[in-house]
């Protein structure tokens, strides 16, 4: 036990010396989703620390990464075929995530090159989908920018590039707003401080989404029961239609 | 007052959908359709997913046409016999519908030929039924009397094979007429998400030829069993039936039923199809918008 905790301390103290610990933290590890539910804001904050434990001297920059459940998806393009608008070409992406959103406190362009913006997924035009299929670049990119705009259309893929906001070097937050048409599931916020181009420090935080009381237990009878589901709306519809007839019989 | 729906996954504010509801209400209340038709297209411009507006859409027109088919019950308008043929026919039609949702949705052209249908069968009818209101109506201006219209059904009736006696419509002809127009009319309302009032009216004075008395009701509840197995072919195979939705959309509809059928006594009945048409015609042209200029979206999304 203590030789582990002196291999630890070891290599912190030896490789960790110049890298700077990054503790993040989330305004809310769960988000209910219940009646009257418009959507809610995240806040991402935390605090950059150089491991000696005083402020972090340097500058630093910070992006943070929002991530919702992926899921295998098909993207279906129309194109005019005979004057009319129909689904022609489509890609499958295996891992195309619910939810997507980016905050940096300067724009990504400026704080590190393409390539590894491209690894840590720093923006929307950086998620990493999985095509699956025969891959010709320049229609990716094409059904790629098309699934872009749809969902940023919808809310669901979102681009702060000043979104983060630092303090004295040591504390960061950024606001990410959860529309109401968010998928429930875990979500990962991802914060990387940045330094000189390259990515010097990363943690993870989840947040779990997540239905509960009426609206819980709707999504589930609807899919455990389907068939009582089924005939629980029928009786509702004939009920009210019933009812409001004698009411305003009345009337 | 901002509503979540469960199903669908987003937040609506729910005066409008209230609204809505009523809006159809009130026109199934003066036309005698279910208003489907109104209320998948503008839900599906809300925002609300296609399949569970079309699903929940058939819920409400449950509702809409129970207090309409009690109405015309109390004065003998409605002709069971019939109406249990076409329910027969529409049941059949459902499962045939179902199937071909499901085949256009493999293929990914399920969209297309929700449109397309629209635009075909909301010209169709919205021309025929415009025409035949503004003839109507002048000829009333002038002065002159129509000349009632002969009833008489299609020649194509006739050539069916076994023939059924149907009292309250006032004919003698194949029960299979009747059971093929009820099939038709039930692969469009699971297609379309509507209750199929609007075809399933002027089908029955024009093609089967029945009195107008019982033509209304008959089709009211046709409509009725048909959005009942509907519902429940969707609760079963999308599982897409918004409850929350659903419910918003019937405290709408339910009342303005009532409203439209009180305004129904007031207004020119030719006056109510112009204007019935000029909706519909409105609707179809914008699906035609859709469907040859620029859609709504170029992407869509189905998870695998």
Do not use: C
Request: no cysteine; glycine share 10%; hydrophobic share 50%.
């Amino acid at each position: 036990m203590i030789r582990i905790a002196l291999l630890l301390l070891a290599f912190f103290a030896l490789t960790g010396a110049r890298d700077p610990i990054l503790v993040p933290e989330v305004s809310q590890h769960e988000v209910k989703v219940r009646q009257g539910f418009t959507g809610t804001e995240l806040l991402l904050f935390g605090a950059i620390l150089d491991p000696a434990g005083t402020r972090a001297a340097r500058g630093y920059d910070v992006v943070v990464v929002l991530k919702g459940p992926s899921e295998p998806i098909r993207l279906r393009e129309k194109s005019k075929i005979g004057g009319m608008w129909l689904n022609a070409a489509s890609t499958d992406f295996r891992s195309a995530p619910s939810f997507f959103a980016v905050a940096a406190s300067r724009p990504v362009k400026d704080i590190v090159d393409e390539r590894t913006a491209a690894i840590y997924e720093f923006g929307t035009d950086f998620i990493q989908l999985s095509p699956t299929g025969e891959i010709d670049p320049a229609e990716q990119a094409r059904f790629t920018s098309g699934l872009v705009d749809l969902k940023r259309r919808q809310g669901l893929y979102e681009e702060d590039m000043h979104g983060v906001k630092i303090s004295g070097q040591v504390l960061y937050q950024a606001r990410i707003a959860l529309p109401s048409n968010v998928q429930t599931g875990t979500y990962t916020a991802e914060t990387f401080a940045v330094t000189n181009g390259r990515v010097v420090a990363s943690a993870i935080a989840e947040v779990e989404v997540k239905k509960v009381g009426f609206e819980r237990f709707v999504e589930v009878f609807a899919q455990r029961q389907a068939f009582f589901y089924g005939l629980l709306a029928v009786s509702l519809s004939i009920a009210m239609g019933w009812m409001a007839g004698r009411l305003f019989a009345l009337i | 007052m901002d509503v979540y729906l469960p199903i669908a996954n987003l937040s609506v504010n729910g005066l409008v959908i209230v609204l809505l509801g009523a809006l159809t209400g009130v026109l199934s209340g003066l036309f005698g359709v279910g208003g489907g038709f109104l209320t998948t297209p503008l839900l599906i411009f809300y925002g609300v997913p296609p399949t569970v507006a079309a699903a929940s859409a058939s819920t409400q027109v449950t509702g809409a046409s129970v207090s309409g088919v009690l109405a015309h019950n109390r004065r003998g308008g409605v002709d069971y016999r019939m109406g249990a043929v076409t329910i027969a026919g529409g049941m059949i039609g459902s499962g045939i519908g179902a199937l071909l949702f499901r085949f256009f949705q493999s293929i990914g052209q399920i969209d297309t030929v929700i449109s397309i249908l629209y635009v075909v069968m909301l010209g169709a009818i919205g021309t025929l039924m415009a025409r035949e209101a503004w003839g109507t109506l002048r000829a009333d201006k002038k002065g002159e009397r129509p000349r009632a219209a002969k009833r008489r059904h299609h020649p194509l009736v006739a050539a069916l094979p076994g023939r059924w006696r149907f009292y309250r419509s006032g004919l003698y002809i194949s029960p299979l007429a009747p059971l093929i127009l009820g099939a038709l009319v039930g692969i469009l309302t699971m297609l379309m998400g509507v209750g199929g009032g609007f075809m399933l009216v002027p089908a029955m004075l024009y093609i089967l030829g029945m009195s107008a008395g019982v033509v209304v009701g008959t089709s009211l509840f046709n409509i009725l069993f048909v959005t009942m197995v509907t519902t429940m072919m969707h609760a079963l195979t999308t599982k897409a039936v918004d409850l929350v939705l659903a419910a918003l959309l019937l405290l709408g509809s339910v009342s303005g039923a009532q409203i439209g059928t009180q305004m129904a006594q007031k207004v020119k009945p030719e006056m109510l199809r112009l204007i019935l048409a000029v909706i519909v015609l409105l609707i179809a042209l914008r699906m035609l918008w859709g469907l040859g200029v620029r859609p709504d979206e170029i992407y869509t999304v189905t998870p695998l």
